[in-house]
Nanobody
């Protein structure tokens, strides 16, 4: 059974560039699509980015395009979200997720994703 654990969150200043990691265990990520989601206090969880199993397709929410980069390292069974030029509105709990069919939906909906981490807090404040 696939399990996911996020790491790399914490308090960062505006303009900071942390990288989040998601470590998988119990199964290989090779054939899964993977994604990052976030949920700010009092708001709905939203899709941030996804990448297909092959790495050939990526999608980003408009709010993070040009600032965030998703990547994967199948040899390490790990994937990443590199975040650049962070803004206070990026403050949220960030979740990693995996999708069994290997896709990367354009809308980055939660619905296709089968496995979820517990989340890591990213707080952007001076």
């Amino acid at each position: 059974q696939l399990q996911l654990v996020e790491s790399g969150g914490g308090l960062v200043q505006p303009g900071g560039s942390p990288t989040l990691s998601c470590a998988a265990s119990g199964a290989a990520l090779d054939y899964y699509g993977i994604g990052w989601f976030r949920q700010a206090p009092g708001k709905e969880r939203e899709g941030v980015s996804c990448i297909s199993s092959s790495g050939g397709s990526t999608n980003y929410a408009d709010s993070v395009k040009g600032r965030f980069t998703i990547s994967r390292d199948n040899a390490k069974n790990t994937f990443f979200l590199q975040m650049n030029s962070l803004k206070p509105e990026d403050t949220a709990v960030y979740y990693c997720a995996a999708e069994r069919l290997g896709g990367c939906p354009r809308r980055i909906s939660m619905k296709p994703f089968d496995y979820w981490g517990q989340g890591t807090q990213v707080s952007v404040s001076s």
